[in-house]
Nanobody
């Protein structure tokens, strides 16, 4: 069973920075596509950033130039570096793993970490 444990959330002022981490276990991490999603109160969960097992990244338009996703396969960890944070970035951030398997790809989610940006 794949487990994802996020850390690094918190309260920060607008313009500040945070780095989220997500450590994965229970699978061959280097084979996984990883991602960060977020959900604000009253809104649907949305993709923030993704990184493939080959290192290709893509970002939501709202975070391009401010957020950077990266991975360290030796540490089974994916990161989300966030700078120039805005109040609208306030949300619960979830780590996602897409794990290839014999029967197809399987999605796993972490428990989420709260990011609050004050104005």
């Amino acid at each position: 069973q794949v487990q994802l444990v996020e850390s690094g959330g918190g309260l920060v002022q607008a313009g500040g920075s945070l780095r989220l981490s997500c450590e994965a276990s229970g699978s061959t991490f280097s084979n996984n596509h990883m991602g960060w999603y977020r959900q604000a109160p009253g809104k649907e969960r949305e993709m923030v950033a993704r990184i493939t097992n080959g290192g290709i990244t893509n970002y939501a338009d709202s975070v391009k130039g401010r957020f950077t996703i990266s991975r360290d396969n030796a540490k089974n960890t994916v990161y989300l570096q966030m700078i120039s944070l805005k109040p609208e970035d306030t949300a619960v951030y979830y780590c996602n793993a897409v794990v290839p398997g014999w029967s197809g790809h399987h999605n796993y989610w972490g428990q989420g970490t709260q990011v609050t940006v004050s104005s």
